[in-house]
């Protein structure tokens, strides 16, 4: 086996995993889903049928990824944060025709206890809050917070707060790598 699979979890015939991938105790992987390269999926995880994870995405303790979730590369999930798949769920109606997609590009990462309503799009690098509920989408590299969650800066791909300047420049004070703001709108040059 090219990945690491603890004696504790089960993983349903089926599931797609890639090499290196980790997969801690008391974890459910269900079939089919895929799972990149490279990730790490922590203590009490439950991925769903037809979940896609890209590569290097990091699953901390105690996350269920319901069906209707994509996770590009470099995702990061926190402890205990929350999916969602139908938005008006009732125990008596059966939806499961109706799941949502919901999804997370390139380098997004969700805070610990956040919840994520379903059929957003988070762009590449949103960093979202501990804490904060998600019920819509927002653009690359937005900072949000709250209930509901509301943008309140910019974040680097680094994870470090925007600061731009008078001509709509920032700098990210770990990787010296340089942003544009134009429209709303950041953009790594």
């Not at 439950?46 to 901390?60: E, R, S």
């Not at 990061?76 to 109606?93: A, H, I, Q, W």
């Amino acid at each position: 086996m090219s990945f690491f699979i603890h004696e504790s979890s089960y993983i349903d015939d089926g599931a797609e995993i890639g090499e290196g991938t980790k997969i801690w105790h008391f974890c459910h992987i269900m079939a089919p889903c895929q799972i990149g390269k490279n990730c790490n999926i922590g203590q009490n995880v439950v991925i769903a049928p037809h979940v896609i994870l890209g590569n290097n995405v990091k699953i901390q303790n105690n996350v269920s990824v319901y069906t209707g979730v994509i996770c590009e590369d470099d995702v990061f999930l926190g402890p205990s944060c929350v999916f969602t798949n139908v938005k008006n769920p009732r125990s008596e109606v059966n939806r499961r025709g109706q799941y949502e997609k919901t999804y997370l590009k390139r380098g997004v990462t969700i805070g610990a206890n956040a919840t994520i309503i379903c059929g957003i799009t988070l762009e590449e690098y949103v960093f979202v809050g501990a804490g904060s509920v998600v019920t819509k989408s927002f653009p690359a590299f937005a900072l949000v917070v709250g209930n509901p969650a509301r943008q309140i800066g910019w974040m680097s791909k680094h994870g470090h707060k925007l600061i731009f300047n008078k001509e709509g420049f920032a700098i990210c004070p770990e990787s010296g790598l340089i942003y544009r703001i134009e429209n709303n709108q950041v953009f790594r040059l």
